[in-house]
């Protein structure tokens, strides 16, 4: 059983992503634009290593630069299978961005997932994206 999880997921994914490709409709004062939530695991080699300063500094050289007009950043806590598919635990870092809809953002967000995993030698980092409707 386990080995149709993979093809599940990726199905579903798909059929996901169809629906990422048309805006919705927005309510008069809002447009249509989409929100991103970066998962930043802090444990290095399994054990607690990406300080609140690491990550400041994160945030101040990668993030900002990429979009200066605006993220949140919240404390989290989660759990994962990692590549030898046993339970890892760790603090993170939740990045939530609003973001215009377009190839530019998607090419900062890669941008910044790759930097993440080569500075503190991550397996991944989980990115997901929404549609929405933002009213400012």
Same mark, same amino acid.
């Given at each position: 059983m386990m080995r149709f999880a993979p093809i599940a +997921?990726?199905?579903?994914?798909? +059929?996901? +992503? =169809?629906?990422? %490709?048309s805006p919705p409709r927005c309510p008069?004062?809002?447009?249509?634009?989409?929100t991103a939530q970066l998962f930043f695991g802090q444990n290095i080699g399994g054990k607690p290593g990406v300080s609140n300063a690491d990550f400041r500094?994160?945030?101040? @050289?990668?993030? %900002?630069?990429?979009?200066?007009? =605006?993220? %949140?950043?919240?404390?989290g806590g989660g759990q994962w299978?990692?590549? @030898?598919n046993r339970l890892i635990r760790e603090a993170a870092?939740?990045?939530?961005?609003?973001?215009?809809? =377009?190839?530019?953002?998607? /090419?900062?967000?890669? =941008?910044? /997932?790759?930097?993440?995993?080569?500075?503190f030698h991550q397996e991944s980092v989980l990115l997901v994206t929404q549609p929405a409707c933002v009213g400012f």
């Open positions: +997921a990726l199905l579903a994914a798909l +059929a996901l +992503a =169809g629906c990422a %490709t008069v004062g809002q447009e249509p634009m989409r500094k994160f945030v101040d @050289e990668e993030l %900002t630069p990429r979009f200066p007009n =605006g993220l %949140t950043v919240m404390d299978k990692g590549e @030898e870092k939740v990045v939530v961005l609003v973001l215009p809809n =377009g190839p530019e953002a998607n /090419r900062k967000l890669e =941008g910044v /997932r790759k930097a993440y995993k080569a500075r």
